[in-house]
Each structure stands twice: as C-alpha cells, then as structure tokens.
C-alpha cells in the first residue's frame, strides 16, 4: 500500500512538537473521535508521514513533522480509570479507542500558521483550512510537500 501523509492536532501545552524532539517517539492517545480514531485503527500505516499541528495556539499552525512507527493498537488509557481519557464503556473484548506511535522527524524553524495554509494556493482543500476540529485527519503528498517547503523556508 503506497504512503500516505497526515496532519495530527496537540495542544503545545499537553504535548508539543519540542515534547517528541526530546522524547524521539511516542504513542498517540486520548483520540475520542470515531472518525479520528477510524483513521488510525485502519488507514495508518508504518512510514506515513504526520504535519505536527499545534492547536489551541497563538498561532495555531504546523510545526514540524512525525513518522508513523506503529500502527493502530487499543489505547490503554480508555480503560484507565485515573486517565481523563477514561471510557467506561471500553473493555479488553472492545477496546472501543485506538492509537498509534510515531516518531520525530523535524521541527520547523518557525510554525507555519493557519493563515498562511489557508493564503497558499494548493491548500484551499485541506481540512484544517476548512474549521475542521478533527484531530486527525488525512492531507494529499501534494498538501504535504507544499507545506514541508513552507516550514523549510522560515
């Protein structure tokens, strides 16, 4: 199956690009949105590439870039009752939330802010230029590189 690119949404405040520069990689968790987590239980795969998206941030943006280094598994926290990521409903039978590793590849020299990606011509279709919330979500190779050179360039 050929690779594909994602762009992942995190407070910097909960866990930022800086976070997995020092940590090298890091499993993906608290993800409580079906579609979201639809996506990383079955369309991520090892060697996808990830837009690292500060959200929740003055700007908000894309800051970097992640690899994929395990693909969906159950997320531990679910059924964690000291997690705020704590479902009740999860079970070992059905886990119900699911998550993925990834891995530091790059941090931008500057964030690549959410009005840039909304001005550059290529990008009018993403979703995170179109109020989407969702924190996972998928991104074209072409979105991808046009990006990556943004954050190169500054």
Same mark, same amino acid.
């Given at each position: ?16 690009? =800086?976070? #997995?520069? $020092?940590?090298? $990689?890091? *499993?993906?968790?608290?993800? $409580?949105?079906?579609?979201? !987590?639809?996506?990383? $239980? =079955? ?10 998206? *500060? ?11 992640? !690899?994929?280094?395990? &693909?969906?598994? /159950?997320? *531990?926290?679910? %059924? ?15 886990? !119900? ?5 990834? &891995? ?8 690549? /802010? #959410?009005?840039? #990606?909304?001005?550059? /011509?290529? #990008? &009018? ?15 074209? &190779? ?5 990006? %990556?050179?943004?954050?190169?360039? %500054?």
């Amino acid at each position: 199956m050929a690779k594909r690119y994602w762009l992942m949404k995190s407070e910097p405040n909960t866990y930022s690009i =800086d976070d #997995l520069a $020092r940590d090298g $990689r890091t *499993h993906w968790d608290g993800v $409580r949105n079906y579609q979201a !987590r639809n996506f990383m $239980r =079955d369309q991520m795969k090892v060697g996808d590439e990830v837009l690292f998206y *500060h959200s929740n941030a003055e700007p908000p943006g894309v800051v970097g870039i992640a !690899r994929v280094v395990r &693909e969906g598994y /159950p997320d *531990h926290t679910a %059924r964690d009752p000291k997690s705020k990521y704590f479902d009740p409903k999860a079970s070992d039978e059905d886990p !119900r939330w699911f998550m993925v590793d990834v &891995e530091f590849v790059e941090k931008f020299g500057e964030i690549v /802010p #959410l009005d840039t #990606l909304k001005a550059t /011509p290529g #990008l &009018e279709n993403m979703l995170v230029t179109k109020k989407s919330r969702l924190s996972v979500q998928p991104v074209t &190779e072409s979105e991808f590189e046009i990006v %990556r050179r943004l954050g190169r360039r %500054r």
